[in-house]
């Protein structure tokens, strides 16, 4: 029940941009997901959440305004992240192998999604469900993330998804 009125409370704020409802709507994700308390959360205006249950969240992460955040399929964010303005984190994806019923009437498929610490995710980037991304990477601005990536402190860009270079 007190969950039901966290989450009302969520949509009641979650579109005003004014600094005070910045802290309300981040007390209201922390309560709902896996975050540890004191974890530095910060949720912009216009961040929408889905399958609170299956989110864990580290400590410092940042989401900017107007992301769209699915859990349904487990989602992990580690420490010191920063989501980009407008970034789409999904963890469910339609199937469409039976070539009778039509797509939006069959299964969709859960797959987790893995975000390791100290990331920088850029501005309208998409992640895809079943995506896994180290530490220490940065995925440029309006990258499609589509599959695990493997160079751990890597520099990501484009759709697909490229590694360009280190960090370091």
């Not at 994806?93 to 299964?107: G, M, N, V």
């Not at 601005?141 to 490229?162: E, F, H, M, Q």
Request: net charge positive; with cysteine; glycine share 10%.
């Amino acid at each position: 029940m007190i969950n039901k009125l966290i989450y009302r409370l969520l949509l009641l704020v979650m579109d005003i941009r004014l600094p005070f409802f910045d802290q309300i709507r981040s007390d209201c994700v922390r309560r709902l997901t896996k975050s540890p308390n004191g974890s530095d959360l910060i949720v912009m205006s216009g961040v929408f959440f889905e399958g609170f249950q299956s989110i864990s969240l580290g400590r410092g992460i940042s989401f900017n305004q107007d992301c769209f955040i699915s859990g349904y399929g487990g989602l992990i964010i580690g420490n010191e992240v920063s989501i980009g303005h407008r970034v789409s984190i999904l963890t469910t994806e339609h199937l469409y192998d039976d070539p009778i019923t039509p797509i939006r009437r069959q299964q969709s498929d859960r797959k987790p999604v893995t975000i390791g610490n100290n990331v920088w995710i850029g501005a309208n980037v998409t992640i895809l469900a079943g995506v896994e991304i180290p530490d220490g990477c940065i995925i440029g601005a309006g990258a499609v993330v589509t599959k695990k990536l493997d160079n751990i402190n890597g520099i990501y860009v484009g759709n697909p998804a490229r590694f360009i270079k280190s960090r370091f």
